[in-house]
């Protein structure tokens, strides 16, 4: 049985769109384990793995827990209440485990072909934590919550372009767009847009009641969070231990200690100078799971050398991101390409790898007349951890290759406002973004505002457009790649690196054979996909 079953096919609702329209539901084998709640969509993946066992519970050593965090999905913020929100509450649509999106509580969806109108058939039967059934009205104004007047939602903007949210009868939403944009459902999995009970009157309860896989018992911000499995999951082949702790350990030797210990069955991120060392202990698993994540190394296109396309080339050839990642990540890395689609993301293209090699280097810089090229690369470890000895190998291999990089270190006190996006050349990092037109409207498009190269290609950017509202998927590929190429032969920013999702896991615990790396932890839904042995 495959666990992404899945088709367009024609509009059989009672209450059809007035356009011509595409809808996504599950289908075949998979659709109707949905119905029966046999393995079907959500326990496909499990079955090539094991058999899963129910009971038990299920401690996590957690980082990026503070105690100002808070329940409210407007104020989400940092690993601990990202992963928190995947555990208690659940969202219209899901990124699976092999980062493909399908619906959660939505059922499955409708959308116009020129994609702005948009139909989620919500599912039936299930309840929050409370006892109140899902409705349409619970679901709108959850959406709609993060688009109030004065709202400071960081999920706000991912909702620009959004004309209406209504009901559209019973069981149904119905959003409408300005402009046509393919990426919904998979914009819908951001962290805040979590589904919460509504008052029926445009109210919601922000105390922590979801419908997600475990109860909320006890909530204290930046200490733990105590949870008790849903008994009434409406995804039958879930939630599988008996109760959830996370436990907050911002600290990475903290977090290694207490699972060595036994302490806690799982440390969600594990230092990259401690990886080897976890490797050859027998007591553990570590889990090394590509992302979106990745490192960058802009060059501001509109100052000098770095507007000559053939300096560009001549330093995305003098890096040597192996030994970067070797050497600086411990290998919990993929190497970049000079784009920032990774591996793990949706359209993903494997184009040729660029390698290091000096003598091409050369090659482009004598084209460009400045064989005796001098710069000064702007560093922190504020940037990421390894940061500064990144920028210390670069120079050395940019060396061999006839280059001279002046390494300013940067203090961490005030990098990101003044440093990144001020100096012409520095180093910065990304966190994941959920598909390839996030990513490359934020950071790629010509006049955005975190473009961190100023780099602007008109054919890039007529791309952009096209893709952002094309919902033949082979089309919509075929258009990112040729993108992905644009940016790592002309563009303006070097990709090192895209950063591993690496945390570690007592020899106890099992999850299966695939694992999301949206965020950390299989998208932040260990605790609903995993299990004891």
């Known amino acids: 049985m495959k ?9 059989h609702s009672s209450q059809p769109l007035a356009l011509p329209t595409r809808r996504f539901v599950l289908s075949g084998a998979a659709g109707a384990g949905l119905v029966a709640g046999g393995v079907g969509l959500w326990g496909a993946a499990q079955a090539h793995a094991a058999t899963p066992k129910r009971g038990g519970h299920y401690r996590v050593g957690i980082h990026e827990g503070n105690s100002s965090d808070s329940l409210d999905p407007r104020l989400t913020n940092g690993v601990c209440m990202i992963q928190l929100n995947h555990t208690i509450r659940n969202y219209l649509t899901e990124i699976a485990a092999d980062n493909t999106v399908v619906p959660e509580l939505a059922e499955s969806w409708d959308v116009s072909d020129d994609a702005t109108t948009w139909v989620f058939n ?7 934590h409370n006892g109140k059934t899902l409705t349409a009205r619970d679901v709108v104004d959850s959406l709609k919550y993060h688009l109030q007047e004065g709202s400071q939602s960081p999920g706000k903007p991912l909702l620009d372009g959004v004309v ?31 589904i919460l009970p509504s008052d029926g009157g445009g109210g919601l309860d922000t105390s922590g009641v979801g419908t997600g896989p475990y109860v909320l018992k006890s909530f204290k911000p930046g200490q733990s969070m105590e949870m008790e499995r849903n008994p009434n999951y409406f995804k039958s082949d879930r939630a599988h231990f008996d109760a959830v702790t996370f436990l907050v350990l911002n600290d990475s030797n903290a977090r290694t200690s207490a699972l060595l210990t036994g302490e806690i069955d799982v440390d969600s991120q594990v230092d990259a100078k401690t990886l080897g060392f976890l490797q050859r202990d027998k007591r553990v698993v570590v889990d090394n799971v590509p992302s979106g994540a990745h490192c960058t190394i802009p060059m501001n296109v509109t100052q000098a050398p770095f507007d000559d396309p053939d300096v560009r080339l001549a330093l995305k050839y003098a890096i040597d991101r192996q030994d970067i990642v070797d050497k600086v990540m411990g290998g919990a890395a993929a190497l970049g390409n000079d784009h920032p689609i990774g591996p793990s993301m949706p359209y993903y293209t494997d184009i040729e790898q660029r390698s290091y090699d000096p003598d091409k280097a050369r090659f482009h810089l004598k084209k460009a007349g400045r064989q005796d090229l001098s710069i000064t690369l702007a560093a922190s470890d504020a940037a990421f951890p390894g940061a500064l000895d990144m920028a210390t190998l670069f120079q050395a291999s940019a060396k061999a290759a006839g280059i001279d990089i002046t390494l300013a270190r940067k203090p961490a006190d005030g990098y990101w406002s003044e440093v990144w996006l001020k100096e012409p050349f520095c180093v910065a990092s990304w966190g994941a973004r959920p598909t390839p037109h996030v990513m490359f409207s934020l950071g790629y498009k010509g006049g955005s505002e975190w ?3 100023k780099w602007n290609n008109a054919t890039f950017n007529t791309l952009l457009g096209q893709a ?5 998927d082979q089309k919509r590929g075929a258009l990112y790649s040729e993108m992905m190429g644009l940016c790592r032969d002309d ?17 106890h615990v099992q999850h299966p054979e695939q694992i999301s790396g949206n965020w950390q932890l299989d998208g932040a839904r260990s605790a609903e996909r995993w299990w004891f042995a």
């Not at 666990?3 to 509009?11: E, V």
């Not at 919500?122 to 929050?128: A, K, L, P, S």
């Not at 209504?166 to 805040?192: C, F, K, M």
């Open 164 to 194: 209406s949210i209504a009901e559209d009868g019973e069981n149904r939403v119905r959003i409408v767009l300005s402009e046509g944009n393919a990426d919904l459902p998979y914009i819908l999995t951001d962290y805040h847009f979590v």
């Open 3 to 11: 666990p992404t079953a899945s088709h367009f096919g024609p509009h």
């Open 451 to 453: 473009n961190e190269s």
């Open 468 to 472: 952002k509202s094309e919902l033949d």
């Open 122 to 128: 919500i599912r039936r039967g299930v309840e929050f």
């Open 491 to 507: 563009g303006g920013t070097i990709v090192p690196f895209f950063t591993n999702r690496v945390s570690t896991r007592g020899k």
